[in-house]
């Protein structure tokens, strides 16, 4: 979202901006114009209709992109296929027999 703040030096209170704001988020205070940066949507129409250039953008600090880490790769995959090679093809222990087999059998 953009953000932008009024050069003093070069506003002179007319109020341009803050009546194109469609959400009122610039007030003219002691004949400055102030940005309400709570309010403000970044849209740039203050930008846009200042005839003095008094609006200008603000860079702020990008913020890193989050890491998406593929799902093969994670700890639950890599430790669920140690698992089944533990437990044998069938996913049992092999110490253990089924105990329906087992009963039917005796």
Known sequence: MNTYQ?????????GLCASACPEQAIVIEGKQAVILADLCNG?????????HSAIQPVDL???????IIPRST???TFSRGRRQRRR???????????TF??????
Do not use: Y
């Open 88 to 98: 044998g093809a069938h996913g049992r222990h092999p110490n253990r027999t089924n």
């Open 61 to 67: 600090p990008r913020q890193p992109a989050p890491v």
């Open 101 to 106: 087999q087992h009963r039917a059998g005796s």
């Open 43 to 51: 849209c740039g129409t203050c930008l846009t209709i200042c005839e």
């Open 6 to 14: 009024v050069d003093s030096n070069r506003c002179n209170g007319c």
């Open 74 to 76: 994670t700890r639950a």
